[in-house]
């Protein structure tokens, strides 16, 4: 499974960016397909997740009511929708694959796969 993840950039506080991860290679139908993201001196955090085939998303609170996870089936591509962004989002962002369900949907080490990671930054 190979993972392409694009459309960071610079942009101001409160402003919105969508970032795309576009999914090739071996059928992937039952994976999880998430994004994460590594700010400088942090570690590798969740942000939201969607099932390939059908169920809920899934969000880390702080980005709750203004991120939003989407998929295009046809376009084999998942979507970040990022809107009122703050200078705490400023992080590169991954997205992911793997058999990742319930509680170890948040967890980095149940994703095999991984994209080359997109950088937002957010200025105030």
């Known amino acids: 499974v190979q993972l392409q993840a694009s459309g960071g950039g610079l942009v101001q506080a409160g402003g919105s960016l969508r970032l795309s991860c576009v999914v090739s290679?071996?059928?992937?139908?039952?994976?999880?397909i998430a994004w994460f993201r590594q700010a400088p001196g942090k570690e590798r955090a969740f942000v939201a997740a969607v099932r390939w085939s059908a169920g809920p998303m899934y969000y880390v609170d702080s980005v709750k009511g203004r991120f939003t996870i989407s998929k295009d089936n046809a376009k084999n591509t998942v979507y970040l929708q990022m809107n009122s962004l703050k200078p705490e989002d400023t992080a590169v962002y991954y997205c992911?694959?793997?058999?990742?369900?319930?509680?170890?949907?948040?967890?980095?080490?149940?994703?095999?796969?991984w994209g080359q990671g997109t950088l937002v930054t957010v200025s105030s």
């Open positions: 290679g071996r059928s992937f139908s039952g994976y999880t």
């Open positions: 992911a694959a793997g058999n990742a369900i319930t509680s170890a949907t948040v967890r980095p080490q149940s994703y095999a796969y």
